[in-house]
């Protein structure tokens, strides 16, 4: 079935460094891919999405690119601060009747240090 | 407000006693979806329900487990003689359904703990 691998975590940086985390999925057909948001006391909420190849989503000043090649979707920033620290999850949809039901990795929780 | 509501947020329960989870979605979404995550790991898909289709089941862990929802509106999820693997945290999300690029709207949980 369809799998998501992220980047075991936990990832701990300084203010204003680059951010990488990487995302890997396993599919059939062509599905969606998303990155996730958890902060510290709060639900997941979107961050960015990608619906087909070589798109790239962005938002927030994190961005990944929709790789259909290496079948990946790395979550990049230039430089992260504070208020990034929370965790991040890579995710694909698995559209079946019509609903997007969402596959998710294990999710890398980020930490930075002022 | 307008977003997911869960309750209870918190629930500590004894091995072998039955837990029911409540999800209110946000209002006019079709689509209602409960994961779980267990400490330290993913995601993990359980049920969802779109509008008045049967629901998806595929994920529950057990029959112990079980959801219903009515119309388009509240969903409660039972763990029935729930056991120490059961603990972890109950998602609901919901979706405005159809293609529409799979944002889900998330509740912020209810942390099981079996003890």
């Known amino acids: 079935g369809d799998s998501v691998t992220q980047m075991e975590g936990p990832v701990t940086l300084s203010e204003e460094a680059f951010l990488t985390i990487n995302c890997t999925y396993t599919?059939?057909?062509?599905?969606?891919l998303f990155w996730y948001v958890q902060y510290p006391g709060e639900g997941l909420q979107l961050l960015l999405k990608a619906t087909k190849a070589d798109d790239k989503g962005s938002n927030k000043g994190f961005e990944a690119t929709y790789r259909k090649e290496t079948t990946s979707f790395h979550l990049e920033k230039g430089s992260v601060q504070v208020s990034d620290s929370a965790v991040y999850f890579c995710?694909?949809?698995?559209?079946?009747?019509?609903?997007?039901?969402?596959?998710f990795g294990q999710g890398t929780r980020l930490t930075i240090n002022p | 407000g307008a977003g997911v509501s869960q309750s209870p947020s918190n629930k500590v329960t004894e091995k072998g006693k039955d837990v029911e989870l409540r999800c209110d979605p946000i209002?006019?979404?079709?689509?209602l979806y409960w994961y779980r995550q267990r400490l330290g790991q993913g995601l993990e898909f359980l049920i969802y329900f779109q509008g008045n289709s049967a629901p998806d089941k595929s994920g529950l862990p057990s029959d112990r487990f079980s959801a219903e929802r009515t119309g388009e509106s509240v969903s409660t999820l039972t763990i029935q003689r729930t056991q120490q693997e059961d603990s972890a945290v109950y998602l609901c999300a919901s979706s405005p359904g159809g293609a529409q690029g799979g944002e889900l709207f998330f509740g912020e949980g209810s942390r099981l703990t079996v003890l």
């Open positions: 209002s006019g979404h079709t689509a």
């Open positions: 599919a059939t057909g062509y599905p969606s």
């Open positions: 995710a694909l949809s698995d559209q079946v009747q019509g609903a997007q039901k969402l596959v």
